[in-house]
């Protein structure tokens, strides 16, 4: 998965960045010319615990988030176009989460002057719709030349396509990001090679000061209403105060957090909201003395679970072998199971369940194309 921060300079995505992944880039006015950094954490899953105590693996795998820290989007950005490393790095995420100010610094004033969130917020998702919107509106003009240069009855998916861009040209100049709008998955395909920005579902991360520790949730309490759409969620943190925590030793930083009634790292938290946000489940794997951790997108059947872990499994799928971590706790071990008939048969159209551990039995021969 692909988590990819946004927001406008200096709104601390780079010590979001540093909270979520223990490293240690620069960060403020002083660290010179901002970058884009990039790092792979592993997705904090207590079950994990859990399994190597049933299945003793030599290995233990977590799932695994990938996040990218951007350069700042000032205000405007739109205008010019957004640099073409911006737009590919938001069109390769899964999420955005959408950084925004609501710190006090003296030593990086916000460079508006003052800090308001509720503006920034709108600010940055104006960039983001001016920058569909150009693209959208490119895409037609293009359009328009090629579609009449066509014979008739080789017109139609461009029409179609026609008919779609107009439909969120519409949406985008009323202001209305185009995760709002209910769009079929023939549709979703057909706008796949866009990178359109307000197509991504986002997390918007109030970066609060220290001083706001003992009253978070305030933000969202009070823009939250007014901010409805789709594919959102909201959050409150203070990244200067988790960066720090972060690079405690452990014990320390969770009895930091529970003076404050915290009861997660950020770096959980986030991932979470992620997870909740884009409908993802994970299952579990014993494969090769290896327990395994994967994520999978709610209502997935147990051939593309197979096909998250190989293609070859989902190609030769025979069956699945399942059973619920719970289940299996209970009875010890997957023999015991077995013995106990909770290990269940499951066909291909099986709908897998969070926490599910799964062997796919496959024929290795079918899935090579010959
Ligand atoms: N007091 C306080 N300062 C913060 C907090 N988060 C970030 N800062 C400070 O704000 C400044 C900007 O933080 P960065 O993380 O570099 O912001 P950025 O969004 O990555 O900035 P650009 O990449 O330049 O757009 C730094 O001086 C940080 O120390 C916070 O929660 N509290
Ligand atoms: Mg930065």
């Known amino acids: 998965m692909h988590v990819t921060l946004v927001g406008l300079p200096l709104s601390g995505k780079t010590t979001v960045f540093n909270a979520l992944t223990g490293q240690e880039q620069a ?63 938001i069109g390769e995420a899964d999420a955005l989460v959408h950084v925004v100010r609501a710190f006090e610094n003296p030593r990086a004033p916000h460079p508006a002057g003052s800090v308001d969130p ?122 200067q105060w988790e960066m720090e925590l972060g690079q405690l030793p452990p014990a320390e930083a969770a009895e930091f957090r529970q003076e404050l009634g915290l009861s997660e790292p950020a770096t959980a938290r986030i991932i979470r909201l992620a997870y909740k946000l884009l409908g993802l489940l994970t299952f579990f794997t014993f494969v090769s003395e290896q327990v395994r951790a994967w994520p999978l997108r709610r209502g997935s059947s147990a051939v593309e679970a197979a096909g998250a872990v190989h293609t070859d499994m989902a190609r030769g799928f025979i069956r699945a072998e399942v059973v619920s971590l719970a289940a299996l706790d209970q009875a010890g071990s997957i023999a015991e199971a077995r013995r106990q008939g909770i290990l269940r048969s499951e066909g291909r159209h099986y709908q897998v369940q969070d926490g599910d551990v799964c062997t796919f039995l496959f024929n290795p021969t079918k899935s090579v194309d010959r």
């Open 118 to 239: 509720a503006r920034d917020l709108e600010l940055l998702d104006t960039e983001f719709l001016l920058t569909d919107l150009g693209i959208v509106e490119r895409r037609l003009e293009r359009l328009e030349q090629e579609i009449p240069k066509l014979p008739r009855s080789e017109r139609e998916i461009q029409e179609r396509e026609q008919a779609l861009l107009q439909r969120l040209r519409t949406a985008l100049a009323g202001g209305t990001p185009l995760r709002d709008l209910e769009l079929g998955p023939a549709e979703l395909k057909s706008l796949h090679g866009f990178n359109l920005l307000t197509l991504r579902p986002v997390l918007i991360l109030f970066n609060v000061g220290e001083e706001s520790l003992d009253h978070m949730g305030r933000l969202q309490h009070e823009l939250g209403p007014a901010y409805i759409h789709q594919s959102m969620d909201m959050v409150e943190i203070c990244a």
């Open 27 to 89: 960060t403020g006015p002083a660290a010179g010319r901002p970058e884009s950094h990039r790092a792979v954490v592993p997705v904090p899953d207590a079950r994990l615990e859990r399994l190597k105590a049933i299945f003793d693996p030599q290995k233990l795998t977590p799932a695994e988030v990938q996040f990218v820290d951007l350069v700042g989007i000032p205000e405007g950005a739109a205008q010019e176009g957004l640099p073409p490393q911006i737009l590919a790095a």
